[in-house]
């Protein structure tokens, strides 16, 4: 079953029965997995019936892990990587590893599954032919404004992560320049309180100002080819 060195394995985002069989084969059958924090993998795993050694690979450490795990998938042991949700590598430790893995010729490969940016496109009935991803907002007031800008006018969708803290900020900030583009917050993806907030900036920011929003979410900017998404009146 295993034929690869080193594993990039998808994990769920919110709902646990996210998870393909194959990733479940693969957790169950490699020697070490990497994960960001292991007090929060290990119960995931657990929940799964996967007990294995856990070796963490977070931001801080990532380069130097690059190499330990190179090594050791030279010398013969297998490797899982995961993030704490959704895709290693988005938004997430992983491209410092893969590049390692890549430059040193050690066979890897990608267990697809979950991953915000996507189930929040499909969802948010944004044109989904094309778009663009931009990660997290920065938290600088200039560069996050010329990113808005940007995705307002931008023929195509825009998204990106964006802290519950901060929505209601980064709305009104749109709104203030383009109050009329369509908008969508997708909130809680796959969990019980799941959300698609969707309307123009203005209503948006109007709704969010009012009330306090909690929960992950993902922001996406419609552009200039972006329909209504205002309902018909029943
Ligand atoms: N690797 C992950 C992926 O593939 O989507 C992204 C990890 S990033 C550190 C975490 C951010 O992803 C959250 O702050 C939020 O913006 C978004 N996110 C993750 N899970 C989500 C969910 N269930 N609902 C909405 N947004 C989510």
Excluded: W
Excluded at 37 to 42: I, P, V, W, Y
Excluded at 57 to 69: I, K, L, M, P
Aim: overall charge neutral.
């Amino acid at each position: 079953m295993i034929s690869h060195a080193v594993y990039f394995v998808a994990l769920p985002i919110g709902n646990r029965e996210d998870i393909t069989r194959r990733a479940l084969d693969v957790l169950g059958e490699v020697d070490t997995i990497c994960c960001e924090d292991t007090r929060h993998t290990a119960p995931l795993l657990a929940h799964y019936g996967i007990h294995k050694p856990l070796l963490s690979v977070h931001e801080h450490n990532e380069r130097e892990r690059a190499n330990q795990v190179a090594e050791r998938a030279e010398a013969g042991e297998r490797f899982a990587v995961v993030s704490d949700a959704g895709m290693p590598g988005v938004s997430d430790p992983g491209y410092r590893l893969v590049t390692e893995l890549q430059r040193r010729g050690i066979r890897y490969t990608v267990l697809p599954g979950p991953s915000a940016v996507v189930t929040a496109l499909v969802g948010s009935a944004l044109p989904s032919d094309s778009f663009f991803f931009g990660g997290f907002l920065p938290v600088k007031k200039g560069k996050r404004k010329s990113l808005l800008a940007a995705a307002a006018e931008r023929p195509y969708t825009s998204i990106f992560y964006e802290s519950p803290y901060r929505i209601a900020g980064t709305l009104k900030e749109l709104a203030e320049a383009h109050p009329d583009t369509e908008v969508c917050v997708a909130r809680e993806l796959t969990k019980i309180h799941e959300q698609f907030h969707r309307g123009t900036a203005a209503e948006l920011a109007e709704q969010f100002a009012k009330q306090q929003m909690k929960g992950e979410m993902v922001l996406l900017i419609g552009g200039s080819n972006a329909p209504s998404g205002k309902r018909e009146a029943e």
